[in-house]
């Protein structure tokens, strides 16, 4: 059997117009344009396994995406000076492929990862969103607090059960650890949602941003959204905040590549399967 070698793909994406990451037959999705790119570059099935540290939902975005395939050794060596140039030629303009490492054969994008970190975007402008910027961010209806939504946010932090919050999988846990949950408002006066955990149920990100936004605007007290952490089941109250201000900006690593095996196979111990945003 020929050598195979794996590579790390850090990834970029504006998810407007992708239903998502995970390859669907009738669907135009960021895996399956990667896929169908790398094939047209190194021939059919050459690439295998291609592995990402988070599946974004139909239109959440990525500046920070990480994910892995494995190719014949011979290949890599042949491509790995132009390929990233052949693969931003041949890519659509709404993805794109920053960087292409060779990296330890128990590297797992998505098992090895260590955190995952959302950022997401909201403009209480009474103008709303400015054209430029109207795909990735969410334009609010009421003038926001900030330090009411950092005052919702901060008894989010920490390890809980989030089931109010997720879409529930079978034989799935809801039990995450949030590492960071805070709000800034940005010179151009955008407010900036970072949400930081080792790994997110479906729909948390998003559904956490709405029930923090609710508060934010005064119309629920900044302690309902962790009053909610009482229930057991998806809560009908909290409003899933649309996908379009979401973006995955970070997925974070052991430094030692000596890790890489060890995380994962705690990870794969503690949870599966791991859903995103």
């Known amino acids: 059997m020929d050598e195979r070698i794996r590579l790390r793909l850090d990834v970029s994406y504006d998810g407007t117009d992708f239903s998502g990451w995970a390859p669907q037959p009738t669907r135009r999705t960021v895996a399956g344009v990667l896929m169908q790119t790398l094939d047209l570059v190194l021939g059919a099935g050459t690439a295998t396994g291609l592995t990402v540290a988070g599946r974004t939902d139909a239109g959440v975005h990525a500046t920070g995406q990480v994910c892995h395939l494995d190719l014949p050794a011979a290949v890599w060596r042949e491509h790995e000076g132009r390929l990233l140039r052949r693969l931003a030629r041949l890519l659509p303009p709404d993805v794109r492929v920053r960087a292409m490492t060779e990296v330890p054969a128990d590297f797992d994008a998505r098992f090895s990862a260590t955190f995952r970190r959302y950022e997401y975007r909201v403009t209480d402008a009474p103008w709303g969103a400015e054209p430029l910027r109207r795909r990735d961010t969410l334009a609010w209806p009421k003038p926001l607090d900030l330090a009411a939504l950092n005052a919702a946010a901060a008894g989010l932090v920490g390890e809980h059960d989030f089931a109010a919050y997720c879409r529930r999988k079978e034989n799935a846990t809801t039990l995450r650890e949030v590492t960071r949950l805070d709000w800034r408002r940005d010179p151009d006066g955008i407010l900036v949602a970072t949400v930081q955990a080792d790994a997110f149920c479906q729909n948390m990100v998003r559904s956490l941003v709405g029930a923090m936004l609710v508060a ?49 196979d705690l990870t794969r111990r503690l949870r599966v399967p791991v859903a995103e945003g």
């Open 216 to 264: 934010g605007d005064g119309r629920r007290p900044v302690q309902w959204p962790v009053g909610l952490l009482t229930r057991r089941e998806r809560s009908s109250e909290v409003t899933v905040a649309p996908a379009h201000g979401l973006a995955l900006v970070a997925v974070g690593y052991p430094a030692d590549p000596a890790e890489y095996a060890r995380r994962a």
